[in-house]
């Protein structure tokens, strides 16, 4: 008898940091100019930096990215109430303005 033939391996899932790569962050606007400022809760610390309204959403995984440890390779952020998660790969274009984050605390969880 023929067996069909074994289905495919599961596609590789890119990390959040593969899918950043060579990416970077804009400075902060400058002092009078339209910015959104957003709050982080990181695993073991808090932190704020302030975005141009315009900057897509893959600039502020960008910098999140910057202020982890090297490992792990994967985090996902949630905000708002109820907890609304920001994705990458789906929102990346999108911009802070439009998606409303400034003001938002944003919380990042390490994904395993």
């Known amino acids: 008898t023929h067996l069909p033939?074994?289905?495919p391996p599961p596609a590789a899932t890119q990390t959040t940091r593969s899918l950043l790569q060579g990416e970077t962050f804009p400075d902060p606007p400058a002092a009078g100019s339209p910015s959104a400022r957003i709050n982080?809760?990181?695993p073991s610390s808090r932190t704020q930096r302030t975005f141009p309204p315009t900057a897509p959403l893959r600039s502020v995984f960008a910098f999140v990215l910057s202020s982890l440890p090297p490992s792990p390779d994967s985090f996902e952020m949630r905000y708002g109430f109820p907890p609304k998660l920001l994705d990458l790969e789906e929102q990346g274009a999108r911009t802070v303005?439009?998606?409303?984050?400034g003001g938002e605390t944003v919380n990042v969880r390490f994904l395993e």
Do not use: D, Q
């Not at 303005?97 to 984050?101: A, S």
């Open 5 to 7: 033939p074994p289905p």
């Open 40 to 42: 982080f809760r990181l």
């Open 97 to 101: 303005e439009e998606l409303g984050l």
